[in-house]
């Protein structure tokens, strides 16, 4: 079948420069509670924070923006008119307004427990929190925490969490499995409320039986009719809305089969919001419209990421459905996966790490499809090409009957083709394949049956290849392995066929498979296990990680990628990301920096990492997002200032201070300077050495003392040794 483009606009409408920090991009497809605000839905989603206006229109709000989380769990609407979210581990932000939240509270947080999904209400200036373990009451006014709870009556929050809570005028209501208790609370002077704590200040307020032995735990709590009401269901029925019961019969796309798809009701001025668990309608009275479609993130779990070849730099990103999706900071596009095929890869790609996705200099994209082959994908994803699987009579061994088991894709050194990996029933095996499908093989030549992730680079002499193979000898990325070292015959010299000259195997640290690997300028082999960052050079008899590494806590690795200065980007499943760089000349003694959602992250669970070193932007693949992390220093300068190099670029010209705007002089050589002069030929502003990384800098319009330059004309000279560049600029104030 034919993929059908949603849009191809990429780079048409982009950032030219990305600007430094942090941009998230999530795809909000759980949705765990909901506040009105002015008219204004806010969802707690596993994506951030969503706004839903009356008019349709939507916007999300994530840890870059001060929530310094990307998923929440519980919000509200206080009665001071405050907004207040808190994620799954219990921080606390309120909405400041203009997009931009602050985080109030980060002690739950710190104890490591999380908040029962949608466990949050207020009273008065206090907000109730159901944790897994306990229940804790915060002044949202004062910012402080008043008190938490651990038991309540006979029961121990640790060995049975709250599921349910309701205030109700000066009560406090919460469903112990199938229980509820109630605790009359003085709300505006809780903290004199010492009794609070006491477990026997509770009353058994029911005990109830849902009739249904596969329903024992209480989902919500209601006031009706001056009584309390109970349901063991995790959505409502009947669905009552603006005093309108909204039945089967009449609304059959809110149910299925015989039970409501609606977790929540919540009413405005303008109608009400029915919140179920990935969907939104808006009722109005008399008619329903489901209003939380969301296309500014398409793509359904992502995976794996390579920097878009051609243009201007972005990202090619490829999802378990089969989508692909390109962005190049600003925005996406995507386009929709065939239906060929009912299977990419499913969990296999999360729990076996899989980096099955790699890009030619042309744009030709390969990827592995678990249990079906290889499928080419010409123009960075957006075509699709030649396929390598068991009914095309290729060579590449088959695991099962009819069942073949790529993992590692790497480009050949001269990027013509790739060399790839699979599973083996003996021994694993490689194959190089060309951009015309035409396939060479080489079977059982591995060190262990399974698999792992490949590099390729030229010899020292570069007259042959060398192909650094991670082998499994057990199943798993936890599992035993060995680095593989082929050195292969360049294809263009055999005639299209894969010629292994030599083969040596070096032992891994602690014999752990290597998930992950990439070489540095030096020619340098740096790899990961799942606990361990280590490196192999000519000369090694063993991968070792360095001597040293400060900062670097120990976490569970999934990813690695180099940047153009030789830094170690490196995800981790719940840590977030470790900046890693050489902090003398040689790589035994290494300085990491962490970056995790407080600093901008979406997610400490990071699956893949992606450098484009064309923008200058680091790219991290989350299960259902992805993050982007500009910084000048992560452009690839070498051209800078060549004749194969781009323009360099000055702007804005004429300039207007008192705007607000400032000068950007662009694609200038690291090792160049920057000078500007005044009409009188004095200089008011150098740049030199750090300041040019990355080959972008930024003038405020300051002179050397500090001062803001005079209006009118003056000249810059950027100078690298014998070339120059040099112009006017105009400033206005």
């Known amino acids: 079948m034919k993929l059908i483009l949603r849009s191809f606009l990429f780079f048409i409408v982009s950032v030219a420069f990305a600007a430094d920090g942090w941009n998230n991009f999530s795809r909000t497809e759980n949705f765990y509670a909901g506040a009105v ?21 939507s916007e999300v709000y994530s840890s870059e923006d001060g929530l310094e989380s990307s998923i929440i769990y519980g919000v509200v609407h206080a009665a001071n008119g405050e907004i207040l979210t808190v994620s799954d581990k219990g921080l606390i932000a309120t909405y400041e307004g203009n997009g931009r939240f602050i985080t109030v509270n980060r002690s739950y947080a710190s104890n490591g427990t999380e908040l029962v999904q949608g466990l949050a ?22 910012r402080k925490s008043v008190m938490t709870l651990s038991r309540i009556g006979d029961v121990s929050l640790k060995a049975l969490s709250p599921s349910a809570m309701l205030v109700q005028g000066d009560s406090l209501f919460v469903a112990l499995g199938s229980e509820v208790y109630v605790r009359e609370v003085n709300w505006q002077a809780l903290a004199q409320d010492i009794l609070l704590a006491d477990p026997d200040s509770w009353t058994l307020a029911g005990s109830y039986d849902s009739g249904d032995t596969a329903k024992v735990t209480i989902r919500h709590l209601a006031w009706n009719k001056g009584a309390l009401s109970v349901s063991f269901d995790k959505t409502l029925s009947p669905i009552v809305a603006l005093k309108d019961t909204l039945s089967a019969g009449k609304f059959a796309n809110l149910w299925k089969n015989d039970s409501s798809k609606v977790q929540q009701v919540l009413e405005s001025e303008e109608g009400a919001y029915l919140v ?16 939380s479609a969301w296309s500014y993130f398409p793509l359904r779990t992502p995976y794996a990421a390579t920097p878009y070849v051609g243009g201007k730099g972005g990202v090619t990103v490829y999802s378990t459905y089969g989508e692909f999706g390109w962005s190049d900071g600003g925005g996406w596009v995507s386009q929709e996966a065939p239906n060929d095929l009912g299977f990419y890869g499913g969990m296999e790609a999360y729990d076996r790490l899989l980096k099955n996705v790699s890009t030619l200099a042309d744009g030709n994209v390969l990827v592995g499809i678990w249990g079906f082959g290889f499928r080419m994908h010409p123009d960075n994803g957006t075509n699709r090409g030649v396929e390598i699987s068991p009914s095309e009579n290729t060579c590449v061994e088959e695991y099962f009957t009819d069942f073949i088991v790529p993992v590692g894709i790497t480009p050949s050194p001269d990027s013509i083709g790739w060399l790839v990996s699979y599973w083996g029933k003996s021994a694993y ?17 591995g060190s262990g049956k399974f698999a792992g992730p490949l590099r390729a680079s030229w010899s020292d002499d570069s007259t042959e290849w060398i192909l650094y193979s991670s082998a499994g000898r057990t199943e798993g990325t936890e599992g035993s392995g060995l680095l593989d070292i082929f ?71 999934t990813s690695l990628a180099m940047d153009p200065n030789d830094r170690l980007w490196v995800g981790t499943l719940g840590s977030g990301v470790y900046m890693i760089k050489k902090a003398a000349s040689n790589p035994d003694t290494m300085k990491a920096t962490k970056f995790v959602t407080r600093n901008g992250l979406m997610n400490d669970i990071v699956y893949d990492v992606a450098i484009d070193a064309r923008l200058g932007i680091a790219w991290f693949v989350h299960k259902n997002g992805m993050s982007a992390y500009s910084r000048s220093d992560l452009r690839e300068t070498e051209a800078y200032m060549t004749s194969k190099g781009p323009e360099v ?27 500007v002069y005044n009409s009188g030929a004095h200089l008011v502003k150098f740049f030199a050495g750090d300041e040019l990384d990355g080959g972008r800098v930024t003038w405020d319009g300051k002179d050397r003392r500090g001062v803001y330059v005079a209006p009118g004309v003056y000249h810059y000279l950027i100078k690298k040794g014998s070339k120059k560049k040099q112009g006017k600029l105009l400033i206005l104030h």
């Open 429 to 445: 095996g490689i194959a190089y394949i060309d951009e015309s499908g035409s396939v060479s093989c080489a079977n059982g030549v």
């Open 649 to 675: 670029k000055v702007y804005p010209n004429p300039v207007h201070l008192n705007w607000g705007q400032q000068i950007k002089f662009e694609n200038v050589a690291e090792d160049a300077t920057i000078s």
């Open 121 to 142: 209400v207020t009273s008065d200036s206090i907000l109730v929190l159901g944790f897994r373990d306990k229940i804790s009451f915060f002044d949202y006014v004062s």
């Open 276 to 291: 179920g668990k990935d969907s939104v309608w808006f009722y109005n009275g008399a008619e329903l419209s489901n209003v």
């Open 37 to 57: 605000a002015n008219g204004t839905l806010i969802l707690a989603t596993d994506g951030g924070v969503r706004f839903i206006y009356s008019n349709g229109f």
């Open 487 to 557: 050195t292969i015959t360049p294809i263009s010299q055999t005639g299209g066929e894969l010629k292994i000259v030599e083969q040596m195997t070096v032992p891994t640290p602690d014999n752990r498979y290597l998930i992950d690997m990439d070489l540095d300028k030096a020619g340098r082999l740096w790899a990961i296990t799942y606990s361990t960052i280590a490196y192999w050079e000519v000369g090694m008899d063993s991968v070792q990680p360095p001597h040293k590494t400060s900062n670097f806590e120990q976490a569970s690795l």
